[in-house]
C-alpha cells in the first residue's frame, strides 16, 4: 500500500471568489469527509499537490492528510481541472476508517515473457489494466501482479484467475478478459489469404462453328 503527506489548513470562505482568491495565492480550495465526520472545507498548496501527484497514483495511495495538527488518513477521490489548462480547480479526500471496506480501482501489472510470445512470435494484448475491487484501508495494495509467464499462444488470463491477496474482493465481471497472447496480425492475414480460392473464371467451352465452304454434318 502506498502512502504519502500532505499538509492542509481549514478555510471557512466559500463560493467562486473565495475559490479564485485561494488559487491567486497558490492554494487549492479541497474538502474533506466521511460517514464518521462532517464534510470539512480546507485549502492545499497547489506547488506540494501536484508534487504529491506526480510520483503516487491518486486512486489507491493513501494520504496522511495533516490538518493544524491533527492526521487523517484519506483517499484522494476527485480531482477537478481546468478543462484547457493544466490547473486543478479541486480536490476531494475521503477519511479512511479501520475496519470500514472502500471500492478503488488498483492497476494490474503483468509478470514475466509469455512462452506464446518466446517461441510462437505473438503479441501482449493487455486488455484490462486496472481491477475494481473493495477493501479494507489496512490491506489494500498499491499494484495486483499477474504471471503470465506460461500463456502460449492463443491463451488468455480473465479476472477470475487473478490471483488477489488476502481481504480482497474483485467487483469487475469475472469472464472479462485481462490479457491475451494474439496472433500477429500480419499472420493472420497470410493463413486467410492461403485459404482463399483463386478468383480464376471457368473456360466456357463452345461448340466449333462449321467451316466455311463445308458441308454441315448429316444426321
Known sequence: MATASLSATRRT??????????????????????HARESQSLAVSARDLEKLL???????????????????????????RHPFKRVILHVDFQELVAGEKMTVRVPL??????????LGGGIIDHTLRELTISVDPAQMPSQIEVDITDLELGQSIHV????????????????????????????VEAVVAEAEPT????????AKKPEEGAEPEKK
Open 54 to 80: 506526480s510520483h503516487i497514483s491518486a486512486a489507491n495511495s493513501v494520504v496522511e492528510l495533516a490538518v493544524e495538527g491533527t492526521t487523517s488518513r484519506a483517499l484522494i477521490r476527485e480531482i477537478q
Open 160 to 187: 477470475s484467475g487473478v490471483k488477489v491477496p488476502a481481504g480482497v474482493t474483485v467487483l469487475d465481471e469475472p469472464g472479462a478478459a485481462v490479457v491475451v497472447i494474439a496472433t500477429p496480425r500480419a499472420a
Open 199 to 206: 478468383s480464376a473464371e471457368p473456360e466456357v467451352i463452345r
Open 13 to 34: 470562505g466559500t463560493g467562486k471568489g473565495n475559490a479564485r482568491s485561494l488559487r491567486r495565492d497558490g492554494q487549492i480550495p479541497a474538502v474533506i469527509y466521511g
Open 109 to 118: 501489472r503483468l509478470i514475466g515473457t509469455p512462452v506464446g510470445v518466446r
